[in-house]
């Protein structure tokens, strides 16, 4: 049900082009996954989303979990069936969200109790306490019914010690191999019978670990990529570290991933690393800078990232990105979008929002046209040399 194959390699460096086949149609890569934290991505209708050309969607376990709860959402079809779209949709662990909601909230306090079986949390909505282990999570994602689920791991802080890192590295790799035994013993005697899924299956994804010390990254780089699964993440990166480090900790992991599987890169999603990590072999990301910039008023265009308050907008009638139009946006000035903005209009950010989605799909579109003609370092350059990331 999931095979990956390379299409095309970059003559200048690690970017490579391929397509990931799901039950739910095939994903080319490199691509970028729109954000739908809560099943919805905020102010997206799955008709648009189709028009910007996403080829998938992630969902939040975490939040899905403590709210409508997956059980409901398995007796409702399923998320596919619930949300209304028909093409792949990842969800991930909700590690992440316990360890920074949970951990952080008003309700919860600094609650979160980890040991080697699973982590007690309080909910950022009621305070609630709950307990989740590796089974325990694969049962919640099952249920969720995504095409591409991931593991329970612990993301530690990027400015942890070496001897907490490793630590945190190794009771991932613990969680890895039991979430994969968990997801094969229910792949071998599962009832989706209320999901209605042709040919139902899930690629299950373990998460590379090791904060920013290398001889942990490749150590987890190895151990991860030999287990047997349809492919790979790389979890703990833009949570803090500087871009340079983390741009040298995609370097250094690099010649220990296998060829034959995806390479998902968790929460990055602006353009720039967006661009540097796909030179370094990366083929999957999503984030939700994209859709949170925009309730922000802030879009991307091929000259930057500009606000559309500022008073050079006011009398502007080009519309936000005249080189790259789409049918949603292709009415609407940068003057009529500033006023919607200011006067809180739920169209303004969702028109930003279309914009900064199409852009980053439409960037990914283009990545793989250059990878294909061998020259993506080429057009990263050139593309770097006129975006400003400035507001």
């Known amino acids: 049900m999931f095979e990956?194959?390379?299409?095309?390699?970059?003559?200048?460096?690690?970017?490579?082009?391929?397509?990931?086949?799901?039950?739910?149609?095939?994903?080319?890569?490199?691509?970028?996954?729109?954000?739908?934290?809560?099943?919805?991505?905020?102010?997206?209708?799955?008709?648009?989303?189709?028009?910007?050309?996403?080829?998938?969607?992630?969902?939040?376990?975490?939040h899905l979990y403590l709210r409508p709860g997956d059980q409901l959402i398995k007796e409702m079809g399923g998320l596919h069936s619930w949300i209304n779209w028909n093409k792949p949709i990842l969800t991930d662990s909700g590690?992440?969200?316990?360890?920074?909601?949970?951990?952080?909230?008003?309700?919860?306090?600094?609650?979160?109790?980890?040991?080697?079986?699973?982590?007690?949390?309080?909910?950022?909505?009621?305070?609630?306490?709950?307990?989740?282990?590796?089974?325990?999570?694969?049962?919640?994602?099952?249920?969720?019914?995504?095409?591409?689920?991931?593991?329970l791991d612990e993301c530690a802080p990027h400015n942890s010690t070496k001897d907490y890192s490793e630590k945190a590295m190794l009771r991932t790799h613990q969680w890895a191999e039991r979430c994969i035994k968990k997801h094969q013993e229910l792949e071998n005697n599962k009832d989706y019978s209320k999901q209605n899924y042709p040919n139902f299956a899930q690629a299950l994804f373990p998460i590379i670990q090791g904060t920013i010390f290398d001889?942990?990254?490749?150590?987890?780089?190895?151990?991860?990529?030999?287990?047997?699964?349809?492919?790979?993440?790389?979890?703990?990166?833009?949570?803090?570290?500087?871009?340079?480090?983390?741009?040298?900790?995609l370097d250094i992991m690099h010649p220990y991933y296998p060829e034959n599987k995806p390479r998902y890169?968790?929460?990055?999603?602006?353009?720039?690393?967006?661009?540097?990590?796909?030179?370094?072999?990366?083929?999957?990301?999503?984030?939700?800078?994209?859709?949170?910039?925009?309730?922000?008023?802030?879009?991307?265009?091929?000259?930057?990232?500009?606000?559309?308050?500022?008073?050079?907008?006011?009398?502007?009638?080009?519309?936000?990105?005249?080189?790259?139009?789409?049918?949603?946006?292709?009415?609407?000035?940068r003057s009529y979008i500033r006023h919607l903005i200011k006067e809180n209009e739920i169209l303004g950010l969702r028109l930003l929002s279309l914009q900064n989605l199409y852009f980053l799909l439409n960037l990914m579109e283009k990545s793989r046209n250059a990878i294909s003609s061998g020259h993506f370092k080429q057009f990263k350059e050139e593309f770097l040399m006129r975006f400003k990331d400035t507001v």
């Open 4 to 62: 990956y194959k390379v299409l095309a390699k970059d003559q200048q460096s690690n970017a490579r082009r391929g397509i990931f086949t799901t039950p739910h149609g095939d994903i080319e890569t490199p691509i970028f996954m729109p954000v739908g934290t809560l099943g919805s991505v905020k102010g997206i209708s799955p008709e648009e989303l189709i028009q910007i050309h996403a080829q998938i969607i992630l969902a939040n376990t975490y």
């Open 95 to 151: 590690g992440f969200q316990v360890f920074s909601l949970g951990s952080g909230s008003k309700l919860g306090g600094s609650q979160v109790k980890l040991s080697q079986d699973g982590v007690e949390f309080k909910s950022h909505l009621d305070g609630k306490k709950h307990y989740l282990t590796p089974e325990k999570v694969i049962e919640i994602e099952h249920n969720l019914g995504a095409d591409i689920i991931m593991v």
């Open 215 to 249: 001889d942990l990254r490749i150590k987890s780089t190895q151990f991860i990529s030999n287990l047997n699964t349809p492919g790979i993440a790389i979890g703990g990166l833009s949570v803090g570290e500087e871009r340079p480090v983390m741009n040298h900790i």
């Open 265 to 333: 890169l968790m929460g990055v999603g602006t353009p720039i690393d967006l661009l540097n990590s796909i030179e370094r072999g990366i083929d999957m990301f999503d984030c939700v800078h994209a859709t949170r910039i925009a309730r922000h008023g802030c879009f991307y265009n091929n000259d930057g990232r500009h606000h559309i308050a500022n008073k050079k907008f006011e009398k502007d009638s080009l519309p936000l990105d005249p080189e790259n139009i789409i049918e949603p946006l292709s009415n609407f000035s």
